[in-house]
């Protein structure tokens, strides 16, 4: 029976058609399959598309009505002229097979070109150049998120997987930092609104100074919730710090560019909104570690300059310096009695004289001395000023009258003119200046304006 293809007519009954095994029933349909679309021709909207290992690619064809699955081997898909993804509307040719496996079928894509933008794609561009022309994804508009945060809140489906690795990357990173969920539905009819309203709790509760909003991944149409304008808007003038942990690496939705950060997935949102609990404990034993070495070793160098400023202390300190002073006194007392007993018996005139001498330098002496002198000099400055003022008038008054005289009035004064051409350019010969053109003659008084009739070259 293998490969031969069985039909059961209308009229025929059920207990004459062959026995056959299930292996062989599911072979016979693969046949079938096979031979009846050999060569097809599809139009459909890429979904769930995957580029396994950077060889084979998987995909679903979707439209309004069913989808089928699609495989495409590296052999066919090396030939292909863009890159596909999801959203993307596409034609693809190939033949309809069994996996018999599982009993089900596909469709092995040989050729495949694009033909336009899925819907959602297209909305999801249109969203995208809208509110980044807005500057709701300018950088300079988003918060820093904090290096420590107080309690974070998570907004995501208590029941989903990414609200679950969240919590595990958090608990595992730093154990003592308080987690408050805030529980919505990410998917479906009424999602965003949901997303909306546990943001708003979370801004309302105050509790937290850092949000993540976690979801994992899928295709355009499972993270439709995220591409919603009233949730972009909202996201974007959210007063807390938020990050965007939405489905895998590959996928970015528009709540992805108006947040704060964005994370690849959700366990990286974690891995951003928290530090790693025993890497600062790390750290903070090497700075422990680091101040005990520079307190130690400041203390050394403080021991040391102690030990030297109390050697200097012990020589030089008041104690030291009055034995010194009281070997100096006992020294002059021994000299002054010996100088005493050498004096002559005209000691007395001798001390008068000194006296005489120390009153005649003393600075009192000496201030009156300078004083009579300043009263007798300070008449003589003021006539000596005077005097060198009055001369330097004089000097600029002849210089004035020089001046004049070998100014341009004078000469004018004296029946001489001035020049000038029509660009205003002083003429001092008969060559700058051509027939019928226009020239000025400036005057002692006033100007006179005449054209050239004639000139004649100097000699």
């Known amino acids: 029976m293998r490969g031969e293809v069985v039909n059961l007519g209308a009229g025929e009954r059920t207990e004459d058609a062959p026995l056959l095994q299930v292996g062989q029933l599911v072979q016979l349909i693969a046949t079938r399959l096979r031979d009846e679309f050999a060569a097809v021709r599809v139009e459909g909207e890429i979904a769930d598309f995957s580029h396994y290992r950077g060889r084979h690619m998987y995909f679903k064809l979707k439209d309004e009505d069913a989808l089928i699955q699609c495989a495409m081997f590296a052999t066919a898909n090396r030939r292909l002229t863009f ?14 097979q069994a996996y018999t496996p599982r ?3 596909q469709l092995i894509v040989s050729d495949m070109r694009e033909t336009g933008v899925g ?39 208590r029941e989903s997987a990414a609200a679950r690795d969240v919590v595990t990357v958090l608990r595992n990173r730093f154990p003592a930092l308080p987690v408050v969920l805030y529980h919505t539905q990410v998917q479906g009819v009424g999602a965003a609104e949901q997303v909306v309203a546990a943001l708003r709790a979370a801004a309302e509760h105050k509790a937290c100074d850092l949000v ?76 422990r570690s680091s101040i005990e070495q520079a307190t130690a070793s400041l203390l050394s160098g403080r021991g040391r300059s102690l030990n030297q400023l109390s050697g200097r202390l012990t020589r030089a300190g008041p104690p030291a310096r009055l034995m010194q002073c009281g070997q100096r006194l006992d020294e002059l007392h021994d000299r002054m009695r010996s100088a005493a007993m050498r004096l002559p018996g005209s000691g007395s005139q001798t001390l008068a004289t000194l006296r005489a001498r120390l009153l005649a330098g003393s600075p009192l002496a000496v201030a009156g001395s300078r004083r009579t002198r300043l009263e007798w000099l300070v008449p003589r400055l003021g006539s ?34 001035i020049v000038t051409g029509p660009e205003g350019q002083v003429l001092t010969d008969a060559s700058q200046a051509e027939p019928g053109s226009d020239i000025q003659a400036r005057l002692a008084r006033g100007t006179l304006h005449a054209r050239v009739r004639k000139k004649k070259d100097s000699d």
């Open 83 to 96: 890159k596909p993804a999801d959203g993307q509307r596409v034609i693809a040719m190939g033949q309809v």
């Open 119 to 157: 819907k959602l794609l297209q909305q999801f561009e249109a969203l995208k150049r809208q509110l980044r022309e807005e500057g709701l994804f300018d950088e300079e508009r988003k918060r820093a998120i904090p290096l420590l945060p107080n309690r974070i809140g998570l907004v995501s489906s």
């Open 384 to 417: 000596a000023a005077q005097n060198l003022l009055a001369a330097s008038h004089r000097r600029v008054d002849v210089a004035r009258s020089a001046l004049r005289g070998l100014g341009p009035q004078n000469t004018l004064n004296r029946g001489y003119a």
């Open 103 to 105: 009993s089900s079928y």
């Open 212 to 287: 993540i909003l976690a979801r994992g991944g899928g295709d355009l149409e499972d993270l439709a919730t995220f591409n919603d304008e009233h949730l972009a808007r909202f996201i974007a003038a959210f007063p807390i710090a938020l990050i965007s942990g939405v489905g895998h690496e590959t996928d970015y939705t528009i709540a992805d560019f108006v947040a704060d950060r964005r994370a690849a997935t959700p366990s990286q949102a974690a891995e951003i909104a928290t530090p790693d609990a025993a890497d600062w404990l790390r750290r903070v034993e090497r700075g």
